[in-house]
């Protein structure tokens, strides 16, 4: 039999096409839904959003691309919210880089920054039956505190906790007694593989919960194990089923289902692959042209065999973005931050997805840090013609051997 491949998409509701899972099936307690709020955004900020999910699909694929593992997941939004929290501490190339990838509006900071407000305040409104904790973070070593007009255009606009600390223990012992469960145990996660344990001079962080439970849930007594045609082999899965009626997206190699969370504000979206295509495949056409180049059937009759997936991973991203477009991210100016000159060079994403009957439950934390450079030395001492060379004792000032080096 023909192996097919399947991939799942986590994406928000607000940056699909304005198709919405059917009332159909309702589950029980769902009559206490309210309405979803909608995000008003301008045209520009809408023109962003089709940016950075452009952004997402091309760093899910370059992971998948330069990675060994059969599973992997990003986070497109913390990922991008760590770099919009940079871009405001950053000077020339890196600055309209970054700005660059993540916006529609230029070399627009203010307007980048206004929009991540407005979808963070938002997100936590529209759905009141689903659960998103967001808390970004802004850690500085002792002795290296960040620069006032950074250190405010952060906490303004992205509510960024400012904390100093000696050691990423501290970090932890903090975020346990501060944050909740969900939010202190993936920031753990992601410094857990950290090489060094002393804190960067600066870390940028963006770590978020997600919990939604399917406007139509799986019954557990129709899941069952069925074969599975991974890429390694034939397996089994336990495979959740269900018919209902639900947006169905058609592509020129992939078909798509939405399957909304609550009241709809919320939706993952399954992508599968046609027979005879891959997941590269797919997944080139959502980069290239995104859903809206589906054409989507607002109320398809789906008979849907999904099977519980979860993954969890800690991924190193700087390359990634780097090849992204972010070609000064290792080199570019950063004296907003700190007033000193300064080097990104570390980046990593933790993520752990669990998706079964009842709904999906998403852990993520994205962390960006760097290091002060020390200042270059004025005067240059380059060993690099003949020169004289003496060992001597100290204390009494005694040379103790000496010599002349005309060759090496």
């Known amino acids: 039999m023909k192996s097919v491949k399947i991939a799942a998409i986590m994406l928000l509701a607000m940056v699909l096409p304005a198709c919405s899972d059917s009332d159909e099936g309702k589950g029980e307690g769902d009559n206490s839904l309210q309405p979803r709020v909608e995000i008003t955004l301008t045209r520009s900020e809408s023109g962003t959003v089709n940016k950075q999910n452009n952004f997402g699909f091309k760093m899910l694929k370059n992971v998948m691309d330069n990675g060994t593992n059969t599973n992997v997941a990003v986070s497109p939004y913390s990922m991008s919210q760590v770099l919009a929290m940079l871009a405001n501490g950053a000077k020339g190339d890196v600055h309209n880089e970054i700005v660059g990838l993540l916006s529609n509006a230029g070399t627009n900071i203010d307007e980048i920054n206004g929009y991540y407000k407005k979808l963070n305040e938002g997100i936590a409104t529209t759905d009141k039956t689903t659960k998103i904790e967001i808390v970004n973070g802004l850690w500085a070593a002792k002795g290296y505190p960040f620069t006032p007009d950074f250190e405010k255009v952060n906490t303004t606009y992205y509510g960024a906790i400012v904390q100093s600390f000696d050691t990423y223990g501290d970090v932890i012992s903090y975020y346990k007694k501060n944050m909740s469960e969900n939010i202190s145990s993936a920031v753990a996660e992601v410094l857990k593989n950290m090489d060094e344990q002393l804190v960067k001079d600066f870390s940028l962080n963006s770590t978020t919960y997600f919990k939604g439970i399917w406007k139509n849930k799986f019954n557990v007594e129709n899941t069952s194990s069925q074969p599975f045609y991974g890429e390694n082999g034939a397996g089994v899965a336990k495979m959740m089923s269900r018919s209902l009626r639900c947006p169905l997206y058609v592509g020129k190699c992939s078909e798509s289902v939405q399957l909304d969370y609550g009241n709809g504000a919320f939706s993952m979206l399954v992508v599968l692959p046609n027979e005879g295509s891959s997941v590269n495949e797919a997944l080139d056409e959502l980069c290239e042209d995104g859903f809206d180049a589906m054409t989507c059937q607002d109320n398809a009759f789906v008979a849907l065999k999904l099977p519980r997936f979860g993954y ?3 991924i190193n991203m700087l390359d990634v973005l780097t090849t992204l477009g972010i070609k000064h991210l290792k080199t570019g100016n950063y004296t907003g931050i700190i007033g000193s000159a300064a080097v990104v060079d570390s980046a990593s994403q ?23 450079i020390a200042p270059m030395p004025e005067k240059q001492f380059q060993v690099n013609r003949p020169f004289i060379w003496v060992i001597k004792e100290n204390t009494a000032g005694t040379i103790l051997f000496a010599g002349k080096q005309g060759a090496v």
Not at 350 to 372: A, F
Request: overall charge negative; hydrophobic content about 30%.
């Open 312 to 314: 969890e991973g800690n």
């Open 350 to 372: 933790y993520m752990k997805v669990t998706v079964d009957e009842e709904g999906t439950v998403v852990k993520t934390s994205t962390i960006i840090g760097g290091d002060i």
